[in-house]
């Protein structure tokens, strides 16, 4: 019987171990020997997966544009591999800006939403990127940046809308829109600041906002609030003047599932509700439709990690090779990420273990916290678990803490697998494109 996490052609179990796009997770952990000695993590990430992810997201959001959340995955392959399915590529840094137009997306596909710098602003401007302005100081500043760089005139901007209405997210800390957000400007002003960017100079393209992450179905009639709000706000600047606008960015966040009894969200009925409502708050203009999915197009990786032994103090654990520095989200939010074995993937579990990372840190723990243990197979020294619906494991890295080796990044593309090119090879960490915006 298939299992709830498994995805046909790309994750599944045959012969009772697991497989990633065909090949067997642990003759690729045996082939790469060399490279990690059993002591580095791997990462296994698989292009037709991720492409995948990407059609299915663009048929359920019929007509829309799909921005891909860079931060959820930024592997050069894999973010070329999602602009040429069509998706544009939404960026929180002018560093993901430089990969993303290095991995051949276009200007005009790429949106930067970040609390920039005058240097970030500059080079987005520069390159023909939209900018997402999310704070009135921000306007600001991009105000007087142009006053002094004529050529930025007409850079083509989005407002982010802030509100005192709480958003969506599966835990408070991802509601990202609401009172206590540090993100938008504030509705009651943002029609306002439009017209104020227009007679600045500017192009402003459309009114943007992301209620939150990981939400599912439960959260719907949430979305749609808000999304009638954003919708009823690009009216009435359109009416006060602000003519340039032909676009609503209904943000992301859309959850995925990580556990077998989770609820999933269906975007296609969202997306149909939202246009519905879209139509009838906009009546005859035409105004683009645009989504910035993350995970949904980013959830094509496994992690895999070895048991460094197994034991019982206090409480019996199994001790991973892994820690939250390769991989943050468990030990940052709590969060649950379903465990496998790698081989005789579907043996019984037994008794409550705690799945524990290798960091002298008491919240290093895999299976979500201290004091939370899950049932598990008796496994032994050795052997290698996959850490399943990986999508920002490279993105979120912290990387020298500690000072263990770094996880190693393999591509899967259906043809072989290899170890995935380094960002570095396309980006000058240490000095980006961007540090040169204003400079003669």
């Not at 439960?218 to 602000?242: N, Q, W, Y």
């Not at 259906?414 to 540090?435: I, K």
């Amino acid at each position: 019987m298939q299992q709830w996490w498994e995805v046909p052609g790309h994750l599944e179990v045959k012969g009772g171990d697991l497989h990633i796009e065909g090949y067997l997770a642990h003759k690729i952990v045996d082939d790469l020997y060399p490279l990690h000695m059993g002591e580095r993590v791997l990462f296994v990430y698989s292009t037709p997966w991720l492409r995948q992810n990407a059609r299915d997201a663009k048929r359920e959001l019929e007509g829309a544009d799909v921005f891909y959340a860079g931060k959820a995955l930024e592997l050069p392959e894999l973010v070329r591999a999602a602009g040429e399915e069509g998706l544009g590529f939404d960026a929180v840094s002018p560093v993901e800006v430089e990969l993303a137009l290095k991995m051949g997306i276009r200007p005009e596909n790429v949106l930067m939403t970040y609390e920039a710098s005058e240097l970030g602003m500059a080079y987005a401007a520069s390159k023909g990127v939209p900018i997402n302005m999310n704070s009135k100081g921000q306007l600001r500043d991009f105000y007087r940046l142009v006053a002094g760089h004529p050529e930025f005139r007409g850079a083509e901007v989005m407002l982010r809308r802030g509100s005192a209405q709480e958003g969506a997210g599966w835990i408070d800390d991802n509601t990202t829109i609401g009172a206590d957000c540090k993100f938008g400007i504030r509705e009651e002003d943002i029609v306002r600041e439009a017209l104020a960017a227009k007679n600045n100079g500017l192009d402003v393209a459309g009114f943007h906002h992301h209620i939150g992450s990981g939400y599912g179905p439960e959260s719907a009639d949430v979305f749609l609030r808000h999304a009638r709000r954003l919708a009823e706000l690009t009216a009435e600047a359109i009416d006060s003047g602000v003519d340039t606008i032909d676009r609503i960015d209904y943000g992301g966040g859309f959850g995925v599932r990580y556990r077998g009894e989770q609820a999933f969200l269906e975007l296609g009925d969202l997306h149909r509700r939202a246009m519905d409502m879209q139509r009838g708050v906009l009546h005859d203009r035409r105004m683009r439709a645009m989504y910035e999915p993350g995970r949904r197009i980013a959830n094509c990786g496994v992690m895999l990690m070895r048991v460094v032994r197994t034991g019982e103090e206090y409480i019996p654990f199994i001790r991973m090779n892994a820690g939250f520095p390769d991989f943050p989200r468990p030990a940052m939010y709590g969060a649950y990420q379903h465990i496998v074995p790698v081989i005789d993937t579907l043996r019984e579990p037994g008794r409550e273990v705690q799945i524990a990372g290798r960091i002298c840190e008491s919240g290093d723990v895999w299976t979500g916290g201290k004091h939370a243990k899950r049932p598990m197979p008796d496994v032994k020294k050795g052997e290698w678990l996959a850490l399943l619906n990986i999508s920002y494991g490279s993105a979120m890295r912290m990387r020298d803490y500690c000072q263990f080796p770094p996880p190693l990044d393999i591509i899967a593309d259906g043809s072989g697998w290899h170890t995935a090119e380094p960002v570095e090879r396309h980006v000058n960490r240490e000095h980006p494109e961007y540090f040169d915006a204003l400079r003669d």
